[in-house]
């Protein structure tokens, strides 16, 4: 199974739809938060099955705040983090505890990974046995290149990534996790990705257990 997940879009479909054109297919679509009504209109369109949370500046659309969903023998929990009071300018220390926290959350939802927006700073990282994931942002205007993370799923095996819009318009790899139900792996990041010093960033080296 192919997933691409997506979050603050923010009324922006162009990236979106140029990450289906050409990283799919895929088998299903993922935002979380802040412009869900961009992906429920690209799915509708394509016919593509779609997931997604509440954002703080979605307004009047038929969507949860959290939502914990199970794809084949792997379960996420999602949300877009606003109600965690996260921002990407506060400290690492900060962050660490609220990378704790969501970490707690998902083991408590039985989720073995935690799917986040709202600081528009793509992340990937295991804490505690949770992989932990943001894809970044879309929206016009945005500080950041746009970005979106690429799930691929077996019964045994998750493999992420997430992938940054370059200036030539070629995607490059951020950053690459995978994990086994028997315990948790990383593939080497690909890329050479802007590190936000304030969010911590992957330290996992492979066979981490």
Partial sequence: MNILVVSDTHGNQGA????????????????LG???KDVMAVAGELG????????????????????RLVLGSWTFF???GHQLDINAYQSRQVWEGHLAAMA???R????QVFLFGHSHRPL????????????????IGSAMPPSFAVIELTP??????ILRQEREGDWVTLFEHEAHHSGIGTAPAKGNGPRQANIPQPKLKPGSP
Avoid at 57 to 66: G, K, L, Q
């Fill in 34 to 36: 802040d412009g869900v």
């Fill in 156 to 161: 045994d095996t998750l493999n992420i990534k």
């Fill in 16 to 31: 979106m739809r140029e990450a289906i054109s050409r990283q799919g297919p895929f088998d299903c679509l993922i935002h």
């Fill in 78 to 80: 999602l949300m877009h």
């Fill in 124 to 139: 990937l990282v295991e804490v505690n046995g949770t992989v932990i994931g943001n894809p970044g942002d879309q929206y």
């Fill in 48 to 67: 593509i099955p779609f997931h997604g949370v509440c954002g703080n500046e979605d307004f009047d659309v038929a969507a949860p705040e959290t939502l």
């Fill in 108 to 111: 408590k939802k039985e989720a």
């Fill in 104 to 106: 707690d959350l998902a």
